[in-house]
C-alpha cells in the first residue's frame, strides 16, 4: 500500500527550519517561525503561566476525561475575554463554544462546521493569507477564494478589498484574522472595518474571524475591538481563538471555537455539530493548556500580571520594528523603511522577492519565507543592525556592504561565540 503513494509536499515552514538547524554559519538568524523571543532570543514561559501550572500541580486534580467540549470554565473565560461577559447584553449571550487543539484546531472544527450546514461553500480568503489557511479549508471540504489585502504601497487597500467582497454571495464565509495580520502586519482602520461589517450585514456573508496574536498588536482591548464591532453587528459569526502567543502556550495546543447565532436553538445545533466533528478528529482536547489559561483568567492578581506580561512582549515587538525601520532608514531604504513602519504585530513583510530571500539567506544566513515574511517578535535587539544591513545589501540601495562584511557584523554582535559553543541548537519553539 504505502508504495503507491506519491511523493507529498513537505511544510515549507519546517523545511526552512530544518535548514536552519543545520546551518553551521556563527551569525545565522532564524526569523522563519512565529514564536515571540525575549531580548536574549530565548522563548520564554510567562511567569503567571509557571504560577498558574504550580498551582495545578499541588491541586493535583484528576486526570479523567472532560467531555467532547473539553473544559467548560476554560470556553466561558474565552467567550467572556473575546466578547465581554454574557451578563452585559453583548453578543457573549448568543455564543457557543468548544475547546480545541489550538487555533489550528479551531479553524478546522469551524471549517467542518460550515462544510455539514452548506456542503460546497465558498470561503474568501486574503491574499496573502496565514500558510495554513487554504489547506485547512479545503482538507474540510470547502471551496477557497482569494481577496486582495494590501496595496502597491503595501498599506491595507481598503478599496480594493470591498470592491472585491462586494462580490461575495450570501452565507458564503469570509475569513478575516482579528489583529495583526499575518504574514503582513497590515490591519484594516476601526473606519474600515466598520465598512466591512457594513457589507456583511448588507450581503449576507457571514465573517469567520482567526484571533491568534490579540494583545501583540495595540494592546489587548484595542486588538479585540474589531472582533468585538462585528459580533454586535452581525447576525452570525465564526471565531477562532489561539492561546500560543499570547499566552505563550506553543506546545501544549490551547484553543477555542466560537460560534454566535441568531437564536439559541441555532447556537445549541452549532455547538452539538462542533462537539460531533471533534469526536470524529480526536475526540478531546488536551487539558493542561486550558487549565492554565483559566487558572490565569479567573484570578485576579494573575490576570494582571499575564497582561503586564503581554504589554511587555507587545512593546518588545514594537521596539524591534522601529529600530529596523530607523536602520533601515539610515541604509538608504526609506521607502522600504515606511511601509514597516505602518506594520503591527509579530509578523512583518519585507519587499523583497522570492530570489531576494533566497540571496538573504544564502549569502547572510538570514532565514524568512520566500513570501519575505520575517517574525519581527524573534530577533534579538543586538541582532537588528546586522539584518538591517543584509536587507539593504540585498536591495541595493544600501550601502554596499558585502556578504563578509554583513557576516562580520553578525558575528561580532557576540552571537557568533554562542553559536560556536552549540552549533546543532535547535530554532524548534
Known amino acids: ?31 522563519v517561525l512565529g514564536v515571540y523571543r525575549d531580548a536574549a532570543g530565548r522563548t520564554p514561559v510567562m511567569a503567571a503561566v509557571r504560577e498558574a501550572e504550580i498551582r ?100 491595507f487597500d481598503a478599496a480594493g478589498v470591498l470592491r472585491e467582497l462586494s462580490g461575495v454571495r450570501r452565507d458564503d464565509v469570509v475569513l478575516l484574522q482579528g489583529c495583526c495580520h499575518n504574514p503582513t502586519g497590515v490591519d484594516p482602520s476601526p473606519q474600515d472595518w466598520a465598512a466591512l461589517a457594513e457589507l456583511a450585514v448588507r450581503d449576507g456573508w457571514v465573517p469567520f474571524v482567526d484571533l491568534a496574536y490579540h494583545g501583540l498588536g495595540g494592546g489587548l482591548e484595542a486588538d479585540l475591538a474589531a472582533t468585538r464591532m462585528l459580533a454586535a453587528r452581525v447576525p452570525e459569526m465564526l471565531i477562532a481563538v489561539s492561546c500560543s502567543k499570547n499566552f505563550g502556550l506553543y506546545s501544549d495546543r490551547t484553543g477555542c471555537a466560537i460560534v454566535l447565532g441568531a437564536s439559541g436553538q441555532a447556537v445549541r445545533h452549532a455547538e452539538t455539530t462542533l ?35 503581554l504589554d511587555v512582549m507587545r512593546g518588545r515587538i514594537a521596539a524591534n520594528r522601529t529600530d529596523l525601520t530607523a536602520h533601515l532608514s539610515a541604509l538608504g531604504c526609506e521607502v522600504q523603511a515606511r511601509s514597516l513602519a505602518r506594520q503591527k504585530g509579530m509578523f512583518s513583510m519585507l519587499p523583497l522577492s522570492a530570489e531576494q530571500m533566497l540571496r538573504l539567506r544564502r549569502q547572510f544566513a538570514i532565514y524568512g519565507t520566500t513570501s519575505g515574511r520575517i517574525n519581527i517578535a524573534g530577533i534579538p535587539a543586538h541582532r537588528i543592525p546586522f539584518l538591517a544591513q543584509g536587507i539593504a545589501a540585498v536591495l541595493g540601495t544600501g550601502s554596499g556592504a558585502s556578504a563578509d562584511a554583513v557576516a562580520a557584523a553578525g558575528a561580532d554582535t557576540g552571537d557568533g561565540a554562542r553559536a560556536r559553543q552549540s552549533p546543532a541548537v535547535s530554532s524548534m519553539p
Open 56 to 155: 495545578l500541580a499541588e491541586r493535583s486534580a484528576s486526570k479523567e476525561y472532560r467531555g467532547l467540549s473539553g473544559n467548560t470554565a476554560f470556553n466561558r473565560a474565552l467567550v467572556e475575554m473575546v466578547l465581554g461577559s454574557e451578563g452585559s447584553g453583548g453578543p457573549a449571550g448568543r455564543a457557543a463554544a468548544v475547546q480545541t487543539v489550538a487555533g489550528s484546531g479551531a479553524l478546522r472544527l469551524l471549517a467542518d462546521l460550515v462544510c455539514r450546514t452548506r456542503p460546497g461553500t465558498t470561503v474568501w480568503i486574503s491574499d496573502p493569507a496565514y500558510v495554513n489557511h487554504r489547506p485547512i479549508l479545503e482538507a474540510a471540504g470547502l471551496r477557497v477564494r482569494p481577496y486582495g489585502w494590501v496595496d502597491a504601497d503595501g498599506g
Open 275 to 309: 462537539q460531533n466533528a471533534a469526536r470524529t478528529l480526536y475526540s478531546m482536547p488536551p487539558e493542561h493548556g486550558a487549565a492554565v489559561v483559566t487558572t490565569i483568567l479567573e484570578d485576579e492578581r494573575l490576570s494582571a500580571l499575564w497582561r503586564a506580561e
Open 1 to 31: 500500500m504505502l508504495e503507491l503513494l506519491p511523493p507529498p509536499p513537505t511544510d515549507p515552514l519546517w523545511d526552512l527550519t530544518a535548514e536552519f538547524a543545520a546551518d553551521e554559519r556563527p551569525e545565522r538568524l532564524n526569523l
